[in-house]
């Protein structure tokens, strides 16, 4: 009996062990595809209030990329350090510009920025450097970068939400943007959004 | 007994090596990262302490130059950023953060000088990747490492460590960073020891 004991003890301090490398700080996660939902990830509510507001976010301490309040959330996984994602940044800016200029986009399409394994202060360099006016998140644990399978910088996700809440990705692809009015056509036509943003 | 402690050794490795797979990973570079895995953080006894006098050096550097420690001596406070090799994950994913942050070193009027053991064509090919960067880089080449043993960050495989040396106007070592070779090390702490050399 004692030996019984001892042999599971033995196999429950593994399991504890494999269990603790799974946890979702931990957990290498694939590529979303097309048709898939995000795999769970979780980001800090930004302190900053014009970023909170473009999010449709209340005061709070963290929240999922679904709950952002829009109709395609177009989301970047970048790094300061990744010197494509650094030429990459006009183009994305020039995008953000282009949905914010247009009435019938605005509020309806969204981006952010997830910076791989970037602290805070180094997501407010590239922020500085670049510009950039949409919110940008540290992932400094490299936690969501794990979740979505450690993909190569940039690599864009986007999402389509639906008024109930659920959502499915429409792209998810490594490298740049590189021309946003194609890009924008490109999430337009997956989105079923038409330029006005209706749909 | 062995066997169990034989089989948490086996998950925590497995563990470890999610942790730090997740370096090198921009685009810029296409797949022509060579992952060496996971290493030991540190292979080379230290040969110098903040305090000390740095030694000097002359080496090649990428322009076609020589550049010396001694040439910045009254001029310069220098950043001497020793990587281990080319074409390796986390250092490929190090000096192009550096690269957009000028501002920040011109401001405590300090240079970096890039150093490696790679011969200059691989440094050309490599560093061309990254963009043009600001600071020179030099090729601890030949004779094999000489700059880095000096220094005591030669490892045992003819490649430095991850270090980071801070050097002030009057040639004393200020700070010594020898980095775990498999950890990118915090652009803020850096610019914390940048902004102790005003005082």
């Known amino acids: 009996m004692t ?5 599971n003890l033995h196999l429950w301090i593994v399991i504890c062990c494999i269990v603790l490398m799974h946890q979702p700080a931990m957990a290498k996660g694939n590529p979303p595809e097309k048709g898939e939902v995000l795999p769970d990830a979780t980001l800090a ?7 909170r507001d473009y999010l449709g976010l209340s005061k709070g301490n963290t929240f999922k990329i679904p709950q952002i309040k829009a109709t395609v959330v177009i989301i970047e996984i970048f790094s300061m350090y990744c010197p494509h994602c650094q030429r ?3 183009n994305v800016n020039s995008l953000f510009n282009m949905i914010e200029s247009n009435s019938g986009l605005m509020g309806k399409i969204k981006i952010i920025g997830i910076g791989a394994g970037n602290s805070s202060f180094e997501v407010d360099i590239f922020r500085k450097k670049y510009n950039v006016l949409f919110p940008l998140f540290p992932d400094n644990d490299f ?3 794990k979740r979505v399978g450690e993909v190569r910088t940039p690599y864009f996700i986007a999402l389509k939400i639906n008024r109930d809440g659920s959502h499915k990705v429409i792209y998810s692809k490594l490298g740049g943007i590189e021309k946003a009015d194609q890009f924008l056509d490109l999430m337009l036509k997956l989105s079923e959004l038409d330029k006005g943003g209706g749909r | 007994m062995k ?8 998950v925590l490795i497995t563990g470890y090596g999610f942790v730090t797979t997740a370096f090198g990973r921009s685009e810029a570079f296409k797949g022509n990262i060579y992952n060496p895995g996971v290493l030991k953080p540190r292979d080379s006894a230290p040969k110098l302490k903040v305090g000390h006098k740095a030694p000097d050096f002359s080496l090649p550097a990428l322009n076609g130059e020589r550049v010396s420690l001694q040439q910045y001596s009254g001029k310069k406070n220098v950043v001497i950023s020793f990587v281990p090799a080319a074409w390796t994950p986390v250092c490929s994913d190090q000096w192009p953060g550096y690269n957009i942050v000028r501002d920040i070193f011109d401001a405590h009027e300090t240079i970096i000088l890039g150093i490696t053991v790679d011969n200059i064509p691989s440094l050309y090919a490599w560093t061309n990747q990254m963009g043009k960067l600001w600071f020179h880089v030099l090729s601890d080449f030949w004779p094999h490492g000489a700059v880095a043993d000096k220094f005591g960050v030669l490892r045992s495989d003819g490649t430095s460590e991850r270090a980071l040396f801070v050097i002030d106007k009057k040639g004393i070592i200020r700070y010594i960073d020898v980095h775990d070779i498999n950890k990118r090390p915090s652009l803020e702490v850096l610019v914390k020891e940048l902004k102790k050399l005003q005082k």
Do not use: W
């Open chain 1, 3 to 7: 030996m019984i004991l001892k042999i």
């Open chain 1, 45 to 51: 509510v930004p302190d900053n209030p014009v970023h």
């Open chain 1, 88 to 90: 990459e940044a006009p």
């Open chain 1, 143 to 145: 936690a969501v970068h």
């Open chain 2, 3 to 10: 066997r169990l402690i034989f089989l948490i050794l086996l």
